[in-house]
């Protein structure tokens, strides 16, 4: 398995609970650096062209409302199949279903309000980080 970069999303419902660095301290115990972090306020324009591959679905409104309902902590996540790895870490999305130990079993208020996105795939990756970092900000 190859060192791979991820996008990581800590959401409105987490930062407003103080989360952040409890959540930070999962990915750091499983082995994924954070490479790149900032804090941010979305506004629902900009959560809908992230999560345009969701638009056609019933909760597109109530999700990008909730994106840009507070703010988010983007961040790169890099190692070892970072971007399953972030995927097990962070649990399933609906936290009822959420592997004991998971970051939506332990933080998760809902299926919507669910502390964490993760990408889902190598092209998703790409494709996030290059929506809010520049070559730049990525310091492996
Ligand atoms: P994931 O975040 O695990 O990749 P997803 O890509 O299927 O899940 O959905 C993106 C987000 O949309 C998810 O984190 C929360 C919201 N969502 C998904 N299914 C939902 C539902 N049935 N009701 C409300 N929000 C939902
Ligand atoms: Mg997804």
Redesign the pocket.
């Known amino acids: 398995m190859a060192i791979e970069r991820t996008l990581s999303i800590i959401k409105p419902d987490a930062t407003a609970r103080n989360l952040t660095g409890k959540i930070n301290a999962k990915f750091e115990e499983a082995g994924l650096r954070i490479v790149a972090q900032k804090r941010i306020l979305l506004t629902v324009g900009q959560a809908g062209t992230f ?1 345009a591959v ?1 638009k056609e679905r019933p ?1 597109f409104g ?2 990008t409302e909730f994106m840009a309902s507070g703010p988010v902590v983007v961040q790169v996540l890099e190692g070892e199949g970072a971007i399953m790895k972030n995927r097990e870490v ?1 649990g399933a ?1 609906n936290p009822a279903d959420a592997a004991p130990g998971t970051i939506r079993a332990e933080f998760a208020q809902s ?2 309000e ?1 502390s964490v ?2 990408s ?1 795939s190598p092209e998703a990756a790409a494709e996030e980080i290059a929506y809010f970092f520049s070559g730049l900000e990525l310091v492996g």
């Open positions: 999560y969701h909760f109530e999700l962070m999305t299926v919507g669910n996105h993760g889902d």
